[in-house]
């Protein structure tokens, strides 16, 4: 069974930098796609970033795009999120997230696993 733990999550001044990790145990990391996906107070969960099973490709969401950077180690079994120049509108718990499928998504219905979330706080 497939289990997500995320560390890296803080306290940061807008502008600021963070880099989230996610543990992934199992034996099929590499067949697995990951995602990243957020959620902020008394908003729905939104995705942020998705890259496949080989690391090959990745998908990202627009408020992502040019800033965040995902990426995987699929020897060590895990899944990282860079996060430069942070805003203030970047505040939200991240969470990890696999899916039984090669191929990168943007739709949290497809995943499957889940890790418990890392809060992020960016101060301006």
């Known amino acids: 069974q497939v289990q997500l733990v995320e560390s890296g999550g803080g306290l940061v001044h807008a502008g600021g930098s963070l880099r989230l990790s996610c543990v992934v145990s199992?034996?099929?990391?590499?067949?697995?796609?990951m995602g990243w996906f957020r959620q902020a107070p008394g908003k729905e969960r939104e995705f942020v970033a998705s890259?496949?099973?080989?690391?090959?490709?990745?998908l990202y969401a627009d408020s992502a795009t040019g800033r965040f950077t995902i990426s995987r180690d699929n020897a060590k079994n895990t899944v990282a999120l860079q996060m430069n120049t942070l805003k203030p509108e970047d505040t939200a718990v991240y969470y990890c997230?696999?899916?039984?499928?090669?191929?990168?998504?943007?739709?949290?219905?497809?995943?499957?696993?889940w890790g418990q979330g890392t809060q992020v706080t960016v101060s301006s």
């Open positions: 199992g034996r099929t990391f590499g067949s697995y796609a």
């Open positions: 997230a696999g899916r039984e499928g090669f191929f990168v998504s943007r739709h949290n219905v497809l995943y499957a696993v």
């Open positions: 890259i496949n099973g080989d690391g090959s490709t990745t």
